[in-house]
């Protein structure tokens, strides 16, 4: 059974800079894309950073160019996301996701992000 982790969430300041991190458990194969969503109230769960290995891709969304990474090099089994410059519009629930082949797509449990004016 895979399970994700996430962690890092937190209050900051406008402006200011979060890392968070997803930890993998369990027995995977391979990874075929790593991703995390987010998830304001009353709105949709949506997209804010993927990557995908073979081939090898990265998306941003529109939102967070510029201002958010996922680093190519990840530790074993973990999976970051380095916010900086945050907005009133980032806060919001952030989910991890993983796809793996032949097995299906996996969810962490969130964690807030939480920004002050």
């Known amino acids: 059974q895979v399970q994700l982790v996430e962690s890092g969430g937190g209050l900051v300041q406008r402006g200011g800079s979060l890392r968070l991190s997803c930890t993998v458990s369990?027995?995977?194969?391979?990874?075929?894309?790593m991703a995390w969503f987010r998830q304001a109230p009353a709105k949709e769960r949506e997209l804010v950073a993927r990557?995908?290995?073979?081939?090898?891709?990265?998306y941003y969304a529109d939102s967070v160019k510029g201002r958010f990474t996922i680093p190519t090099e990840n530790a074993k089994n973990t999976i970051y996301l380095e916010m900086n410059s945050l907005k009133p519009d980032d806060p919001a629930v952030y989910y991890c996701?993983?796809?793996?082949?032949?097995?299906?797509?996996?969810w962490g449990q969130g964690t807030q992000v939480t920004v002050s004016s």
């Open positions: 996701n993983v796809l793996v082949p032949d097995t299906g797509s996996y």
């Open positions: 369990g027995t995977i194969s391979s990874i075929k894309a």
């Open positions: 990557i995908t290995r073979n081939p090898g891709s990265t």
